[in-house]
């Protein structure tokens, strides 16, 4: 019944979707305030049916419904509750569910913050929206119905074990939050492109909307990288994946949008290449969803392949990048391109910041792809591996970061370039002098470690010299100007940790017999063997290290082996000790004779860095959001309407 | 005038650039890319042996020995007509077993060996690595071949 319900709500929303994608669109280019009112209504009562759907999904996998194709595949009866919970969207269907159920999340977000907008824009916006949400309902009511049923199962086969994790919880809807997010600055941008006006203040509209997605995308795309270095048991925190492209080229175009949407608030130039990106910026987080969800990549986050599924895929990404670039192409010449500026300013610098980041994405986009169209031809197998993005990344993103550090010091329209270097030659001169001793003090000196130091002190450096200008003056606080240069100093802070791992790390696989032991970076490792253990849904050996300096007892560390029970399949579950200057990161490998193990032992220095610069660009973008002209903006209209 | 120059400039400065950044990136991808083989095209005498590719195909049964190091492994990848010896250091994946799909990457050593960098892991027990999937699928087509008259179908050309 509840299942039946669900579905029910479903189709409810597929058709109040369209309802919302037409008649304020509609409404608004005939300028009909009736039509263009049913926008709100509209959306908010497809999110409260897309809300019904996904509880009644939850419920059906909280309550052992095996009689839910869906449930049966992806949970089982010993699987624990909050891992049930989570199987909601740990599948292909569940997961469009939940896209579609953040969508009007965000949809009924306009809603409520849009009262200081023109009505005909707020119509378009949520109009397009609707589209975008009558498209995936249509997709998953079509081919991924995730309320189908069949006789009901003894029992089911359990989720995989990789997503009976905490991250779980956690990473697809804070991802998701970012991915979709995307669609508001996409609506926006079409909005624009219909009514052919795009002003400084449709720049301040959608900016905070961007941001807050492009900060949901950072945090989601960190939790991704955490959770596969402690779950996978390899230890690496980005393997250039193509799952993981796919997220992080969205994530590029959205960081080069948010900077060109700085240039047409403040200054009016970049309109239609704003408005591009943000096309892009959405396409490539739809491309993302699909390559991902599709089965066309193997990964964990792939399911089981059907053709049609593929085949209303493309069709719908067709029409969706095929559209928007059309209609880009017929009105960008009415946005205009937007005013003048020197060869050497802020807009100019912001510029070559869009191309660098364009062009990475596009590398990206070419080392996911082509392997893929290969495939599809026929033409062979290849794959694409990490030397290939190493060595494209690196040079893009040095200048990329150096320019992170001089943009903010710079002027708009003109830079007065002697007064500029002036002002940095101290602290370019002491982060060289720096960068290049430090490393020094480690086992060995590398020239990327003293790059990477570099480029890290470099935006420190100017970060500082910014702050302390801005002090000096009479400007009061700015959540804009600081969240700013909190996202640079986070970006300084992953290049570290980024730099220190990958020149630093220590690694050693080994047998290692009962009672042995081991030194690593000064750290000693004895093996006290491994003790059965039983899970809820799994058996498994529990390994103990214990882990000495200096003779001293520091730590003990408990890795695992596991077996799940239903589904059979063996899983490492590592231990790690985290630290802020390094981790030890411990995994068992197989049983070996006597009670010996291959056990892998790692010693990560600064990688936690990684992450905590990412959570700090990702506060930076929330803490820009609350700067108080996108609310003063709100009070104004607010006080005429 | 003078802004005119400036635009030129810019432009000339811009395209430079992605002229430069795009040899990079295409020059990168060039030398990067990894190509598969399965061991019949091996056997064969396909593969390069100078640089690195990637061979797919089943964990032979019976096939896997470990060195008294505990983390060196032998064994051998099939896809059912021709088998290559592959060893390994280091740790093997989770669903590392004999008679499973598997992938690997590494190259050739001077006697018939493959050595491999990494083994794949996979991320589901049932699943079959695309790669090792097509492996079997060309041996088998080339297994069917022979019984048709050699100069009607060349094994190579079942794609």
Redesign the interface.
């Known amino acids: 019944m509840i299942p039946e319900l669900g579905h029910f709500a479903l189709i409810l929303a597929l058709l109040i979707a369209l309802v919302q994608g037409v008649l304020p669109l509609v409404g608004a280019a005939r300028n009909n305030q009736a039509w263009m009112a049913v926008a709100r209504p509209a959306a908010r009562a497809q999110f409260l049916l897309v809300a019904i759907a996904f509880c009644a999904l939850a419920y059906s996998f909280l309550t052992h419904d095996f009689s839910v194709v869906n449930v049966t595949r992806n949970s089982h009866s010993r699987l624990p509750e909050i891992y049930r919970f989570t199987a909601t969207w740990g599948s292909h269907e569940g997961s469009m569910l939940l896209w579609t159920l953040i969508l009007g999340l965000w949809t009924v977000a306009v809603t409520l913050f849009s009262r200081h907008l023109p009505d005909d824009m707020v119509a378009r916006v949520i109009g397009v929206m609707g589209l975008v949400s009558f498209g995936f309902l249509l997709f998953m009511l079509a081919t991924s119905n995730p309320f189908l049923r069949m006789p009901m199962a003894m029992d089911g086969s359990d989720l995989n074990p990789l997503l009976q994790d905490p991250g779980m919880v956690v990473h697809p809807p804070i991802l998701y939050m970012g991915y979709v997010g995307f669609s508001v600055a996409f609506a926006f941008a079409i909005a624009a492109l219909l009514s052919g006006k795009l002003d400084a203040s449709w720049a301040r509209w959608s900016r905070p909307w961007t941001t807050s997605a492009w900060a949901f995308l950072t945090i989601g795309i960190m939790m991704g990288s955490w959770w596969a270095y402690y779950e996978l048991g390899w230890g690496g925190w980005w393997f250039w994946d193509p799952v993981e492209n796919a997220s992080l080229m969205p994530w590029l175009v959205g960081t080069a949008l948010i900077h060109s949407l700085a240039v047409t608030e403040k200054r009016g130039s970049f309109k239609a290449w704003t408005v591009f990106l943000a096309i892009g910026a959405f396409s490539l987080s739809l491309l993302g969803t699909f390559l991902v969800r599709s089965g066309v990549l193997s990964s964990v986050h792939s399911f089981a392949t059907d053709p049609t599924r593929g085949l209303f895929i493309l069709m719908f990404l067709a029409a969706v990048i095929g559209s928007s670039l059309l209609l880009f192409a017929m009105r960008a010449s009415k946005v205009g391109l937007g005013g003048r500026f020197a060869l050497v300013s802020r807009e100019s610098f912001l510029m070559v910041n869009n191309i660098l980041l364009l062009t990475a994405t596009a590398s990206v986009l070419l080392g996911t792809l082509y392997p893929l169209f290969l495939d599809a031809l026929g033409l062979g197998k290849i794959s694409v591996g990490p030397p290939y993005f190493n060595s494209v990344f690196i040079p893009l993103v040095t200048p990329l970061i150096f320019l992170a550090g001089v943009g903010p010091l710079t002027r708009w329209k003109q830079v007065n370039v002697p007064e500029l270097a002036h002002r940095l030659k101290w602290g370019f001169g002491a982060s060289v002098v720096v960068a290049l001793l430090l490393p020094f003090t480690q086992e060995k000196w590398l020239p990327m470690v003293s790059l990477g130091i570099l480029l890290a002190l470099w935006i420190a450096v100017t970060v500082a010299i910014s702050v302390r200008a801005r002090l000096r003056t009479t400007a009061g606080w700015s959540a804009n100007f600081y969240g700013m240069h909190l996202a640079h100093l986070g970006v300084a802070v992953t290049v570290i940790g980024v730099t220190m791992v990958s020149s630093y790390q220590t690694e050693r696989n080994m047998r290692m017999a009962v009672g042995e032991t081991v030194t690593v970076q000064g750290y000693t490792f004895r093996f006290d063997g491994v003790v059965d253990v039983t899970g809820p849904n799994y058996t498994g050996s529990r390994g103990t290290l214990e882990v000495s300096q200096n003779g001293k007892p520091f730590t003990t560390l408990h890795p695992e082996k596991r077996i799940y029970v239903a589904s059979g399949m063996p899983f490492t579950e590592s231990a790690i000790d985290y630290g802020f200057t390094r981790d030890l990161y411990t995994a068992l490998g197989e049983r070996l004779d006597d009670g010996a193990w291959s056990v892998r032992l790692f010693h990560k220095p600064f990688v936690v860095w990684i992450w905590i610069g990412s959570v700090l660009m990702a506060l930076g973008g929330f803490m820009a959001i609350t700067d108080r002209r996108y609310r003063a903006a709100r009070k104004l209209k607010g006080g005429e309407a | 005038m003078k802004?005119r120059h400036?635009k030129l400039?810019?432009i000339g400065v811009?395209v430079l650039?992605?002229g430069a950044?795009a040899a990079?990136?295409l020059n990168?991808?060039q030398s990067?890319?990894?190509?598969?083989f399965s061991p019949t095209q091996i056997a064969n005498g396909e593969a390069p042996l100078e640089r690195a590719f990637?061979i797919g195909g089943l964990v032979e049964d019976g096939s896997l020995r470990?060195e008294?190091?505990?983390?060196t492994a032998h064994f051998r990848i099939t896809d059912t007509a021709k088998t290559i010896p592959v060893t390994y250091?280091?740790?093997?994946p989770?669903?590392f077993k004999e008679g499973k799909g598997v992938v690997a990457?590494g190259r050739m050593n001077g006697n018939g060996v493959f050595v491999a960098e990494q083994v794949l892991?996979?991320?589901?027990?049932n699943?079959m690595?695309?790669?090792a999937a097509?492996a079997l699928e060309q041996a088998q087509k080339a297994q069917q071949t022979l019984v048709v008259p050699p100069d009607s179908a060349s094994p190579q050309e079942g794609?």
């Open positions: 802004s400036k400039i810019l811009v650039a992605l950044v990079l990136v990168a991808f990067n890319l990894v190509f598969f990637r470990r008294p190091d505990g983390v250091k280091g740790l093997l989770d669903l990457e892991a996979k991320h589901d027990e699943y690595p695309p790669e097509s794609k």
